[in-house]
Structure formats: structure tokens, C-alpha cells
């Protein structure tokens, strides 16, 4: 069900572990072939966030990829985009290839959620942020260029105490209290919350190549 705090486009600590749940389901369920989202604890076994592991993400000199899975085949961008329902892309040919961890982490003090990631070769090596910002797709260039939640910052991982990428929080509640004001059926089916992480990572994901697939709407 939809809450006062969903409405103002944030979300409760207690709400985020309901949306993490559905989402977990929603996307095992759909993008079946892709690495899963799964939930893990902190040390106290009381707080957690949302993880997926080794996502890859190919690109040529002349084009930015977009994450995939491992083993998972290849599409080009030949192919008509409407016609193709995977999560993610890859382009062929790719010149390099790169792991990405995500994490989804919930921030009590702006009360949304926070994407969290890091980078590395296929030696283990980090991924320093201009080797990042090579591959990012295009896209999301100018996003982070004209979008101030974009901003992707380097901070201490909050439960692994090393390191990580995020895009900062600063005016996700104001873009996420108009898309869910701009959705009158969301406020009549009462779905908001369950709906809130899918809606969120299809905004968010775009700026690391993450493309969440029509079918996980379609399935709440």
C-alpha cells in the first residue's frame, strides 16, 4: 500500500525492506537468465541492502555498453530497442570488459534509496573513475552534466568500510514524488511501494547502463 512518506517521494527504513523484497521477486522472476538481486544483512543482522555482483559491461572505441551478465549472449544495437525485452545490452566486438558490483543502500538521512557501485578489470584490478566514465554510456553524460542527483561522488561504503561510487541522493525525492503524482493508477491501485524500486532503479540505472525491462512493471 501506498504511505504519507511515498507520497513526499521518499520511503520509511521499514518501507525500503518491503520495496527490496518485491523487487528481489520481481526481477529473479523476469530476468531469470541475469545474476540475481539479492538482500544482505549488516554485522547486526537488522539493516541490509540490496546486492548484484559481477555485471559486466563490454563497449567499443566508438560506442558506450551497457550492463550485462556473464555467459549471457550478445545483442546489436542493429536490432530494433522496442522489439528487445533483456535487462541489459552489450555491444559486439567489445575492445574491453569490465565487472560492476551495485548496491542499493537506503539513506536515513535523505530517507530514499542510494546506488552504490565499483568497478574492476577482469584481473580484479579498481577501476579508476576516468576508466569509468569511458565506459558509462553516453547518455549518461549529459546526464550527469545536467542532473544534480546524478552527481557521482567516491564515499565510504556504509557497511563494507571501503571505498565506492554512488550518485548522490540530493533531489530524488522531488523527481520521485512526480512520477508517481504524474501516475493516477498508482494512487488508485495502492502499489506504490512495491513499485517504488523498480520506478527508481529505471531512472538511476540508466547512468551506469542499467536498463530495468517493461516486464517488471508489468508484473505488480
Known amino acids: 500500500m501506498g504511505t504519507k512518506e511515498e507520497a513526499q517521494g521518499t520511503l520509511s527504513s521499514t518501507d525500503f525492506g518491503v520495496a527490496a523484497s518485491a523487487f528481489i ?35 567499443t572505441q566508438e560506442e558506450h555498453g551497457e550492463l550485462s551478465c556473464p555467459g ?9 530497442p522496442i522489439d528487445v525485452d533483456d535487462a541489459t545490452l552489450v555491444h559486439t566486438n567489445p575492445c574491453k570488459v569490465h565487472y560492476y558490483d551495485l548496491h542499493i543502500i537506503y539513506c536515513n538521512s535523505y530517507r530514499v534509496p542510494v546506488l552504490y557501485f565499483r ?23 549529459k546526464a550527469l552534466s545536467d542532473s544534480k542527483w546524478t552527481f557521482i561522488t567516491q564515499e565510504e561504503h556504509p557497511y563494507l568500510n571501503r571505498p565506492w561510487y554512488k550518485l548522490h541522493p540530493c533531489g ?32 538511476v540505472g540508466h547512468v551506469v547502463g542499467l536498463r530495468i525491462p517493461f516486464e517488471m512493471m508489468k508484473q505488480l
Open 25 to 59: 521477486l520481481n526481477w529473479n522472476t523476469v530476468c531469470s537468465s541475469f545474476p540475481p538481486w539479492t538482500w544482505v544483512l549488516s554485522h547486526h543482522q537488522v539493516e541490509g541492502y540490496l546486492s548484484l555482483e559481477n555485471m559486466l559491461l563490454s563497449s
Open 172 to 203: 530524488t525525492s522531488e523527481w520521485m514524488k512526480l512520477l508517481f503524482h504524474a501516475d493516477d493508477a498508482l494512487a488508485k491501485t495502492g502499489v506504490a511501494i512495491e513499485l517504488y524500486l523498480v520506478t527508481w532503479l529505471s531512472v
Open 119 to 141: 568497478a574492476y578489470d577482469s584481473d580484479g584490478e579498481p577501476l579508476e573513475f576516468d576508466e569509468i566514465e569511458k565506459d558509462l554510456p553516453a547518455y549518461s553524460k
Open 72 to 80: 549471457r549472449g550478445i545483442h546489436s544495437h542493429q536490432e530494433d
